[in-house]
């Protein structure tokens, strides 16, 4: 274990209100080296602790109904390098200003590059975005109506979810091929908490941020779910056909755990 972390936690659980069986309370901040997280403990009727790390200084624990704070606080002493590393991923998520607004000037994320949005108004009588190289062209209507920056948004959202359907369903089409599968369907979807699933019927489904990312990581996230079509778990044998098709999938894997906040963050704010 890492010594450079020093945790100064966690006296005891304040039982802010008791509902039905579940009891929240806020526990002392925890302080690991630098960071400091506020810590809200959640108690329920269940079996294991689950703790997240909400944002760079915000811990959310659920814990069973019984047991002991002590038992808590030496369950986040042992996970506070993990802990660590979580918040300061969240951190350096939050100072970047990639995916942080969408309007003019800002850098969003596309297939691995950031790309600088440039609108101009007044070219164009339908709205359109077009992409060359480190740019996003965004052409708007003339107008005050067309220069709002809902229309900005819901125009480059509409874009993004055109990008990700004809290149997650191309990059299908090509890897179904080499693998031999033959996929039902391919949906695109906004998905809260997955990249892809495949489901037993053999539709395919995507998250349409995954376009976002790299080529290879897209690649990554086809062949995963391609293999599923073969095999429908997370066996070796599933790794193994995943890793014939992309020898570097662990670290396209990686790539998605550690990005999946910045690409989440793109349009979160609501439209
Ligand atoms: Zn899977």
Not at 78 to 101: D, F, G, T
Not at 159 to 168: G, I, K, N, P, T
């Amino acid at each position: 274990m890492d010594n450079r972390y020093n945790i100064i936690v966690v006296r005891r659980c304040q039982v802010r209100r008791p509902t039905g069986g579940r009891e929240e309370g806020l526990m002392e901040d925890l302080v690991i080296g630098a960071c400091r997280l506020a810590c809200e403990v959640v108690r329920s009727r269940r079996r294991t602790v689950r703790i997240k790390v909400a944002a760079a200084d915000r811990l959310e624990v659920a814990a069973p109904l019984g047991l002991a704070d002590a038992e808590v606080a030496r369950l986040l002493e042992s996970r506070k390098a993990w802990i660590a590393r979580q918040s300061a991923k969240l951190a350096a998520v939050a100072a970047s200003p990639l995916n942080a607004a969408v309007e003019p000037g800002a850098e969003v994320l596309y297939l691995g590059q950031p790309r600088r949005l440039t609108v101009l108004q007044g070219s164009t009588a339908r709205p359109a975005v077009t992409l060359a190289e480190e740019r996003l062209f965004v052409h708007l209507p003339a107008g005050p109506a067309a220069g709002r920056p809902a229309v900005l948004t819901a125009t480059l959202r509409r874009w993004y979810a055109e990008q990700a359907r004809s290149v997650l369903t191309e990059r299908t089409t090509y890897w179904a091929d080499v693998l031999g599968v033959r996929p039902q369907r391919v949906f695109i979807r906004e998905q809260k908490s997955r990249w892809g699933s495949c489901s037993s019927r053999g539709n395919l489904s995507y998250n349409w941020r995954a376009v976002m990312a790299p080529p290879a990581v897209v690649d990554y996230l086809v062949i995963h779910e391609l293999c599923h079509l073969k095999a429908p778990n997370h066996s070796a044998v599933f790794w193994g056909l995943v890793g014939e098709a992309d020898p570097l999938f662990k670290e396209h894997r990686k790539w998605l755990r550690n990005h999946g906040a910045l690409l989440a963050r793109l349009f979160a704010g609501g439209d």
